[in-house]
Each structure stands twice: as structure tokens, then as C-alpha cells.
């Protein structure tokens, strides 16, 4: 046994972030998805929907989401490239300054402060700290990089590379504004042009935070997680890169029969269907790397993660550009099938491929065993479960709710008008709400899993910093 020469603290330091903002996001998620059937719920302006739905997704997909990310990026980093990280204080610099960012994201939004541009609500002094953050984390990507030990680069590298610059690029370019005070900013861009920038940035953030850095962990940790090599080296890279460059090119697919120039959604519809090749790449990849090894689905209890999670990955990626097509998209577009396809790929194929990379690195990094492997299986099943309740319902609901916006009579008049349409979704959203309970035990149960694997480690003989 020796010393380990890595950064470990901040590792674990992103990894209890995450776990906090999830439980955070979900309790909040749940909040609402109760006020979509309980109106009363809306308590005060603080808890209205339209100031918690924002609360929600900043909370999972800024919180959770990037906290995990940057959890594994450290882990993966330094573990790839056989190097410490450059900089160890400026990455726990840069934990409190992400942790302080989400909380006074969590407030501002509370309090009704919001650009009301969908994943860009936060207001320009945050935008700036935001910013000054993901230098930070660049700076020792970068750094580590430039003095890696290992000459190679393993893909979930290039998936690391390429969130840091993109996101960089994403978030600057869609956040120039005008300030009008503190508290208060307007968008550089007006009319089409705005909308056409939002919806670039809108697509891309969704999908190089809850896709490019997921794959990342997805290739490093089913391998070694597994001990078989993966099954092509050269699939996964050119998946990579006709990934990355299809990727950019698709955000009009959110701005179907818009007055974004026809042109423009063309595009956007050929590149999202030319986008399942890269995405069923890595899914295939995936698959062919348990060839022959299928038996590890039950006696490894981390494979049934990563196979279920990259499984919802190549459903979502079918499912979102056959949802852009024009015809299919006049019928979908506002409904709540949208909304169960968000939540395929976030409490699938995100919260899966998350949750199996913790339980392989917390211990790692722990120097212990993981507290109970019969937990992590409950938690599997009871956050599969929660999941499929909650997406099947909104799938059949988005589905009654297009038909009934869309019905008319004899006269041209419509059917029914919207107050109709909502309330007869009230029992899809009752079914949603206990879907959401099912999936939120089987995250405490996670989360309990992981915090008495770092207490019992502190128990343990061994030094929870040195490695095996
Ligand atoms: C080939 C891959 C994908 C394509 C082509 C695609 C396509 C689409 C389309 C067309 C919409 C808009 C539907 C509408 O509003 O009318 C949409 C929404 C969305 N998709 Fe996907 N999708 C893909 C994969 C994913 C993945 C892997 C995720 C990860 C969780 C994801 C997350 C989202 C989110 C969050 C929205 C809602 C955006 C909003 O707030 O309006 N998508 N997708
Ligand atoms: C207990 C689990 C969850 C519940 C009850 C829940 C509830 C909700 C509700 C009620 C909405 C608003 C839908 C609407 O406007 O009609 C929503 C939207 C959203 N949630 Fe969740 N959620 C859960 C889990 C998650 C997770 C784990 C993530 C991400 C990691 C997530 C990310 C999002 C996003 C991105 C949206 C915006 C979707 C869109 O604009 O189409 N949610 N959620």
C-alpha cells in the first residue's frame, strides 16, 4: 500500500455537493409536480410554480448534475492521465465558489430574479461568477493535461475536453447582456435572433452537461469497473467526433414552425436524425463490451446501471429526432411528452450512469468497501421503477393532451378549450407525483449508501487517503 499522490478531497468534496443539490432538486421537483394537481400548494409568490419549476432544473442540472460531473472529471483526470491535479487549491477554490453560486442561484430565482431565458435565468453578476468558475476548473484541466504522464488519450478525455470549451463558448456567447441594474439585465439579441441564440445554447447546455460528460464516465467506468476492455477504441472515437460536430447544429429542432427561417429548422431536423449514428455508437460500444460477459448483469451489481442507463440513452437519442420532425413535432411541441423525454434521459440514463460511477470511485477514494451492495440494488430498482412510472404516464398524458388541444368540431371550433385539456391530465399527474416518490426513496437510500461508506472509511485502520 502507498501514499496516493492524487487529489482526493475535492473529489469527494463535488461528490457530497452533488448529493446535496440532488435531494435539494427532488424535494423541490416533487413540490411542484404536487402543485400541477394542487394548485393551493402555491403558497406565495417564493413558491409558485413558475419561480420553484426554475429552482428545480437549476438545482439538478447546475447542482447535481455539474457537481457530479466535476466529481468524476477530477477522478477521471488524474486517474487517465496518471498525474495529479496542477492546482489542488484552486480546484477547492473552486468547489466553494460552485457551491456558493448554486445557493445564491437557488434565492435570486426564489425571489423572482430570472431573465426568463430557459436554462440562462440567472442574472449577469451571477453569469460572471459562473464564468470566473469554469476558468477555474479549465485552468487545471488544461494544466493536467499539458503535464500528463500518459501520452494517450482515452475518449472519456475528449469527452472532458470538449464540455470545457464548449460550455465555455455556449455560456458567453447566449449570456451577453445589458445591464440595468444589480439586479437586472436584457439580452444582447432581440426577436428571432434571440430566440435562435437561446435554442443553440438551450440544446447544446442540455446536452454537454447530461450527455458529452455522462459518456465520459460511461467509458472510463463500465471498463474498469468490469475489468473487460472496451470492445472498439476506434467506434468510440469516431463516435466522439461526429458527435461533436453534429451536436451544435441541431437547436432549431426547439424552434419547430417558428419564424426561424425554414432553412434553418431543415438543418437542424437532418443533423438531429443524422445524430442517432454517433449516439448508438457508444451504445453499441457499450453492449459489446459485456459480450460474453452478459453474466456480470447479475453478479456485478454496477453493470445493471450502466447497461440500463446507456439502454435509455439510445431511447432518448431515438426518440428526440424523430420529436423534431416537422409533422410529429406540430403535435408534441408544449405537451408533456417533452416532458417525459427530459426525464427518460435525467432520471434514467443521467441519475443511472452517476450514481454507478460514485459507487465504483467512493470507495476507491475511500480506502472502503461500499457500505451495502443489497442497498445499491433497492436503489436500483426502486429509481428504475420511479422512473418508468413517471415518463410512461407523461408519454400517454403528452399524447391525450396533443389530441385534445388539436381536436375540433364540424365548424372549425375547437373541442375543448384549455382548462378542459389540463384537468383531465390531474390523474397522470397524481401517477407522476407517486413515480417521483418511488425514484426519491431510492435516492435517499443512495445517498445513505454513500455517506456510511466515507464514515465507516474514517473507522477503518487504513488512511482513507491512501491507496491499494
Ligand atoms: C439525438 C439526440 C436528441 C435529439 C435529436 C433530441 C431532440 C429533442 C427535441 C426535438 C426536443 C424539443 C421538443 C419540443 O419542445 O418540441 C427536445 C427536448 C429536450 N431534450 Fe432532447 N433530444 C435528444 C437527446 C436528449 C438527451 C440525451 C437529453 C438528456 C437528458 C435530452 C434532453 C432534453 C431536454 C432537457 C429537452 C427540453 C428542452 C426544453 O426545455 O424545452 N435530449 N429534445
Ligand atoms: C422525483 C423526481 C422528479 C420530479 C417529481 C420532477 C418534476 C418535474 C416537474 C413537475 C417539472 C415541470 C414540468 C412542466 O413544466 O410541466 C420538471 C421539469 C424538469 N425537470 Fe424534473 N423532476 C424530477 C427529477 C428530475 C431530475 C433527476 C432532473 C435532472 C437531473 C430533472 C430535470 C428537469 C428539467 C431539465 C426540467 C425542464 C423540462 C422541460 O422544460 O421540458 N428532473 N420536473
Same mark, same amino acid.
Given at each position: 500500500?502507498?501514499?496516493?499522490?492524487?487529489?482526493?478531497?475535492?473529489?469527494?468534496?463535488?461528490?457530497?455537493?452533488?448529493?446535496?443539490?440532488?435531494?435539494?432538486?427532488?424535494?423541490v421537483g416533487l413540490w411542484i409536480a404536487f402543485e400541477m394537481f394542487y394548485p393551493a400548494l402555491n403558497l406565495t409568490p417564493w413558491l409558485s410554480f413558475g419561480r420553484l419549476r426554475v429552482v428545480h432544473? !437549476?438545482?439538478?442540472?447546475?447542482?447535481?448534475? &455539474?457537481?457530479?460531473?466535476?466529481?468524476?472529471?477530477?477522478?477521471?483526470?488524474?486517474? =487517465?492521465?496518471?498525474?495529479? =491535479?496542477?492546482?489542488?487549491?484552486?480546484?477547492?477554490?473552486?468547489?466553494?465558489?460552485? !457551491?456558493?453560486?448554486?445557493?445564491?442561484?437557488?434565492?435570486?430565482? +426564489?425571489?423572482?430574479? #430570472?431573465?426568463? @431565458? $430557459?436554462?440562462?435565468?440567472?442574472?449577469?453578476? &451571477?453569469?460572471?461568477?459562473?464564468? %470566473?468558475?469554469?476558468?477555474?476548473?479549465? %485552468?487545471?484541466?488544461?494544466?493536467?493535461?499539458? @503535464?500528463?504522464?500518459?501520452?494517450? &488519450?482515452?475518449?472519456?478525455?475528449?469527452?472532458?475536453?470538449?464540455?470545457?470549451?464548449?460550455?465555455?463558448?455556449?455560456? /458567453?456567447?447566449?449570456?451577453?447582456?445589458?445591464?440595468?441594474?444589480?439586479?437586472?439585465?436584457?439580452?444582447?439579441?432581440?426577436?428571432? !435572433?434571440?430566440? #435562435?441564440?437561446?435554442?443553440?445554447?438551450?440544446?447544446?447546455?442540455?446536452?454537454?452537461?447530461?450527455?458529452?460528460?455522462? =459518456?465520459? *464516465?460511461?467509458?472510463?467506468?463500465?471498463?474498469?469497473?468490469?475489468?473487460?476492455?472496451?470492445?472498439?477504441?476506434?467506434?468510440?472515437?469516431?463516435?466522439?467526433?461526429?458527435?461533436?460536430?453534429?451536436? &451544435?447544429?441541431?437547436?432549431?429542432?426547439?424552434? +419547430?414552425?417558428?419564424?426561424?427561417? $425554414?432553412?434553418?429548422?431543415?438543418?437542424? /431536423?437532418?443533423?438531429?436524425?443524422?445524430?442517432?449514428?454517433?449516439?448508438?455508437?457508444? %451504445?453499441?460500444?457499450?453492449?459489446?463490451?459485456?459480450?460474453?460477459?452478459? $453474466?456480470?448483469?447479475?453478479?456485478?451489481?454496477?453493470?445493471?446501471?450502466?447497461?440500463?442507463?446507456?439502454?435509455?440513452?439510445?431511447?432518448?437519442?431515438?426518440?428526440?429526432?424523430?420529436?423534431?420532425?416537422?409533422?410529429?413535432?406540430?403535435?408534441?411541441?408544449?405537451?408533456d411528452?417533452?416532458v417525459?423525454?427530459?426525464?427518460?434521459?435525467?432520471?434514467?440514463?443521467?441519475?443511472?450512469?452517476?450514481?454507478?460511477?460514485?459507487?465504483? +470511485? /467512493?470507495?476507491?477514494?475511500?480506502? #472502503?468497501?461500499?457500505?451495502?451492495?443489497?442497498?445499491? #440494488?433497492?436503489?436500483?430498482?426502486?429509481?428504475?421503477?420511479?422512473?418508468? /412510472?413517471?415518463?410512461?404516464? *407523461?408519454?400517454?398524458g403528452?399524447?391525450?393532451q396533443?389530441? *385534445?388541444? @388539436?381536436?375540433?368540431?364540424?365548424?372549425?371550433?375547437?373541442?375543448?378549450n384549455f382548462l378542459d385539456a389540463l384537468a383531465s391530465l390531474y390523474p397522470y399527474y397524481k401517477l407522476r407525483f407517486?413515480?417521483g416518490?418511488?425514484?426519491?426513496?431510492?435516492?435517499?437510500?443512495?445517498?445513505?449508501?454513500?455517506?456510511?461508506?466515507?464514515?465507516?472509511?474514517?473507522?477503518?485502520?487504513?488512511?482513507?487517503?491512501? $491507496?491499494?
Amino acid at each position: 500500500m502507498k501514499e496516493s499522490p492524487y487529489e482526493y478531497q475535492v473529489v469527494r468534496g463535488f461528490t457530497f455537493s452533488a448529493l446535496f443539490w440532488l435531494i435539494v432538486g427532488l424535494i423541490v421537483g416533487l413540490w411542484i409536480a404536487f402543485e400541477m394537481f394542487y394548485p393551493a400548494l402555491n403558497l406565495t409568490p417564493w413558491l409558485s410554480f413558475g419561480r420553484l419549476r426554475v429552482v428545480h432544473t !437549476n438545482g439538478l442540472g447546475l447542482g447535481f448534475g &455539474l457537481a457530479g460531473i466535476f466529481a468524476c472529471s477530477y477522478y477521471i483526470l488524474q486517474k =487517465l492521465t496518471r498525474t495529479p =491535479l496542477v492546482f489542488p487549491r484552486l480546484a477547492r477554490a473552486h468547489l466553494y465558489l460552485f !457551491n456558493a453560486i448554486i445557493v445564491m442561484a437557488a434565492l435570486t430565482l +426564489m425571489a423572482g430574479m #430570472n431573465t426568463t @431565458k $430557459e436554462y440562462a435565468e440567472l442574472e449577469w453578476p &451571477l453569469d460572471i461568477a459562473v464564468v %470566473v468558475m469554469w476558468v477555474m476548473f479549465a %485552468v487545471n484541466v488544461f494544466a493536467t493535461l499539458i @503535464k500528463r504522464r500518459e501520452k494517450q &488519450l482515452y475518449v472519456s478525455l475528449w469527452y472532458i475536453i470538449a464540455m470545457t470549451v464548449t460550455i465555455a463558448v455556449l455560456y /458567453i456567447v447566449n449570456n451577453l447582456e445589458v445591464p440595468v441594474n444589480l439586479f437586472k439585465s436584457y439580452s444582447l439579441y432581440a426577436g428571432v !435572433n434571440d430566440a #435562435n441564440v437561446e435554442w443553440w445554447y438551450g440544446h447544446n447546455i442540455v446536452g454537454f452537461i447530461f450527455t458529452i460528460p455522462i =459518456l465520459a *464516465m460511461f467509458y472510463y467506468f463500465l471498463p474498469v469497473s468490469t475489468g473487460l476492455p472496451l470492445f472498439s477504441h476506434r467506434l468510440s472515437i469516431i463516435s466522439f467526433w461526429s458527435l461533436i460536430f453534429a451536436y &451544435l447544429w441541431t437547436g432549431a429542432h426547439h424552434l +419547430m414552425l417558428s419564424p426561424v427561417p $425554414e432553412w434553418i429548422q431543415t438543418v437542424a /431536423i437532418a443533423f438531429s436524425i443524422f445524430l442517432i449514428a454517433p449516439s448508438w455508437g457508444s %451504445v453499441v460500444n457499450g453492449y459489446y463490451t459485456l459480450q460474453g460477459n452478459w $453474466e456480470q448483469i447479475r453478479s456485478n451489481y454496477l453493470v445493471k446501471f450502466f447497461i440500463l442507463g446507456i439502454t435509455f440513452y439510445g431511447l432518448q437519442t431515438f426518440q428526440g429526432p424523430t420529436q423534431g420532425l416537422r409533422t410529429l413535432n406540430s403535435f408534441f411541441h408544449f405537451t408533456d411528452w417533452v416532458v417525459g423525454h427530459v426525464h427518460m434521459g435525467t432520471m434514467g440514463w443521467v441519475t443511472l450512469t452517476i450514481s454507478a460511477s460514485f459507487y465504483y +470511485m /467512493i470507495p476507491k477514494i475511500s480506502n #472502503n468497501q461500499l457500505h451495502s451492495i443489497r442497498i445499491a #440494488n433497492v436503489h436500483f430498482w426502486l429509481i428504475l421503477v420511479g422512473q418508468l /412510472i413517471w415518463t410512461v404516464t *407523461m408519454w400517454i398524458g403528452g399524447i391525450q393532451q396533443g389530441a *385534445m388541444w @388539436k381536436a375540433t368540431e364540424p365548424d372549425g371550433s375547437l373541442t375543448y378549450n384549455f382548462l378542459d385539456a389540463l384537468a383531465s391530465l390531474y390523474p397522470y399527474y397524481k401517477l407522476r407525483f407517486a413515480g417521483g416518490v418511488v425514484y426519491f426513496v431510492g435516492i435517499v437510500l443512495f445517498v445513505w449508501n454513500i455517506i456510511m461508506t466515507i464514515r465507516t472509511a474514517k473507522n477503518q485502520p487504513l488512511n482513507a487517503n491512501k $491507496e491499494v
